[in-house]
């Protein structure tokens, strides 16, 4: 039987990828237009482990009258651009959707000859549209949220309003096309509580995605039907954790949305669902209250935005949050005991190297050590606030893309030092991440404890070293640094230290 539609995810595997899970753009999309009547196919290469010759096989040989891929990078159109090279056309329509390519369409449009349509926006609508109007041979080009190439023009019908939060509430439960192969890789299984987010943070693509209808920016699914979803993942897949993957889990701090939250501890506990599972927020949104009955619940890891750990960097990118917030959610997160990321950003382009020092040592002080956090640099991205405030001063001119960031803008540090610095600290992640000296640490300790006063000391030796070496910066005229040397000198001096560290 032919396909109405098959939504095909083109990316291949990386050496280092091991996020295996769904990719619930397509889980809502399908199950929305298969609620329509629409037949709908999901072909995520990712997650099966698939080449780019071998999706390309099993499109050719697959009835649909539309293929529909997704799109968040520029990696993505590269991929894309190689399976439409060498797909039957067999009156089939080629579409992309996705993040990416809403921010892209032009220059998507112009580098892909063989593409039909760009999908600008949320794509449920769109898609019902689309394929009605297929169906019944209606004229596509004036469908709002499509854009298209014709004789060698651009056009574009805007982007489509984003779902209302009325029409939110009534999506529903997701498909599991694909659930199945991403727990056989130990994924873990994921739930959308809403959509977007309430932070204006300059360096977001998604709040400038947002920036033209404010009160979308931020819309909550119905709780109920999110618990029925959890429900059944317990039930029928047997989990016992889940991730819920919400750009912002908490959302607006409104009465009825602390009604909702409420609802959610609630359901869950009144449905006596026993599972595990984490979320990401903001520091404003911790609170003793809420976190304690979300722990009740079976909250056990937050993933929280602190990004850095000084007022002026927190002012200067529109974080809307503090210092002093920022310790105060830590601080409750560990006396609630719960779990604790971060995301923190070390490096940004216009800090000075004192900026730099205060930002170490706030890490160092209040976050959960990772030494990958050590040489985190903040990625500029095409379509921010940040990108548009920064491309004269910093001299942005093309993309770059990598398996870290994706796609963004390089530049270098306004000053000299703060790169010296980065330089450092990307070449003592290589030596300490193959330590002997926490080797020690990790072998040696008897029990918990002692791993936690072993591993504190080591933390707090490597701090100072790193103090020492930008303290030294701090007095040095800045058009006089030798940087290669001094960070040959620094890394000589870690080497030794970790040779020879006693516990």
């Not at 990401?280 to 003793?288: A, I, K, L």
């Not at 993933?303 to 960097?313: A, H, K, P, Q, R």
């Not at 959960?368 to 990108?387: C, E, Q, S």
């Amino acid at each position: 039987m032919e396909n109405d539609l098959i939504l095909v995810n083109p990316l291949e595997q990386f050496d280092t990828g091991n996020n295996f899970v769904e990719y619930l753009g397509f889980s809502y999309l399908a199950s929305y237009l298969r609620e329509k009547g629409y037949r709908v196919k999901i072909l995520d290469m990712y997650l099966e482990g698939i080449s780019l010759d071998e999706c390309i096989t099993i499109l050719n040989v697959t009835n649909s009258r539309v293929i529909g891929f997704t799109s968040m990078s520029s990696l993505y159109i590269k991929n894309i651009k190689y399976i439409l090279s060498r797909l039957d056309r067999r009156n089939r329509t080629f579409v992309v959707g996705g993040l990416y390519a809403t921010q892209n369409y032009k220059q998507i449009l112009n580098d892909l000859d063989n593409l039909d349509y760009v999908f600008l926006g949320e794509g449920e609508k769109t898609f019902n549209e689309f394929l009605n109007n297929l169906k019944h041979r209606l004229p596509l080009n004036g469908i709002k949220g499509l854009a298209y190439k014709q004789d060698g023009t651009i056009h574009s019908n805007g982007m489509r309003e984003f779902l209302t939060h009325e029409e939110i509430l009534n999506l529903p439960r997701p498909a599991h096309d694909t659930l199945e192969m991403s727990l056989k890789r130990n994924g873990i299984p994921q739930i959308a509580m809403s959509r977007g987010c309430y932070g204006n943070c300059s360096f977001c693509a998604i709040s400038n995605y947002y920036k033209e209808n404010l009160q979308c920016r931020w819309r909550g699914l119905d709780v109920f039907t999110c618990i029925d979803e959890l429900e059944y993942l317990v039930n029928h897949y047997h989990v016992n954790y889940v991730d819920f993957c919400d750009e912002e889990f908490i959302g607006p701090h409104t009465v009825e949305n602390s009604k909702r939250l409420q609802q959610f501890t609630d359901e869950i506990q009144k449905r006596n669902i026993v599972v595990r599972y984490m979320i990401y927020c903001r520091s404003n949104d911790v609170s003793e209250e809420l976190f304690l009955r979300l722990k009740k619940s079976g909250l056990d890891r937050v993933f929280l935005g602190i990004e850095f750990g000084n007022n002026s960097l927190l002012r200067r990118y529109g974080k809307g949050t503090s210092v002093e917030m920022n310790v105060r959610a830590i601080n409750l997160l560990k006396k609630l005991d719960i779990k604790l990321s971060v995301g923190y950003i070390m490096f940004e382009p216009f800090m000075d190297i004192k900026l730099l020092r205060d930002n170490m040592n706030f890490y160092f002080q209040y976050c959960p050590f990772k030494l990958d956090r050590l040489a985190t640099k903040m990625g500029i991205f095409p379509n921010t606030k940040l990108y548009e405030e920064a491309k004269e001063s910093l001299g942005l001119k093309h993309t770059v893309w990598d398996e870290i960031l994706g796609d963004h803008y390089p530049y270098h540090f306004i000053d000299n030092r703060v790169e010296i610095v980065y330089q450092a600290m990307i070449a003592l992640k290589g030596i300490l991440s193959k330590s002997k000296s926490y080797y020690k640490i990790k072998t040696s300790s008897k029990n918990a404890n002692e791993y936690e006063h072993n591993f504190d000391k080591w933390k707090k030796e490597l701090h100072e070293k790193i103090t020492q070496l930008i303290n030294k910066l701090i007095v040095i005229d800045s058009n006089l640094l030798k940087g290669e040397q001094i960070v040959s000198d620094f890394i000589k001096s870690i080497t030794i230290w970790d040779h020879t560290y006693l516990l």
